[in-house]
């Protein structure tokens, strides 16, 4: 079974009212949506989520992220079996 085609939520918390989540779905055929989210306590101030698309194809990969503002485009492609190589830009507002 391809990993990646599979669609799950992930979460967990603390005793301190720490929040984590990710999650995964399986749009089409190498193409997935990704979501994944972070709070540190009840002060919605110090959260942080994000969202991903990204498209794979049988040797490299391009993404799109965008969260708290900022977006993020990726790009890895594989040269050898044990070497890749590929770019990433971010765009954060001030």
């Known amino acids: 079974m391809n990993q990646d085609e ?9 005793a301190s009212g720490k929040l984590e989540f990710s999650g995964q779905y399986s749009v089409a055929k190498d193409w997935s ?9 009840s002060d919605i101030a110090k ?6 698309v990204m ?7 391009i993404s799109y992220k ?3 503002g900022s977006h993020n485009l990726s ?3 594989t040269l050898t079996p044990s070497f ?3 770019f990433e830009m971010f765009y954060v507002p001030m």
């Open 55 to 61: 498209r794979e194809f049988n040797d490299s990969h």
């Open 33 to 41: 949506l990704r979501a994944e989210g972070f709070f540190m306590d």
């Open 84 to 86: 890749m190589a590929g």
């Open 75 to 77: 790009w890895m492609q």
């Open 47 to 52: 959260s942080h989520v994000q969202f991903e």
């Open 6 to 14: 599979v669609s799950f939520i992930s979460t967990r918390s603390d």
């Open 66 to 68: 965008t969260g708290g």
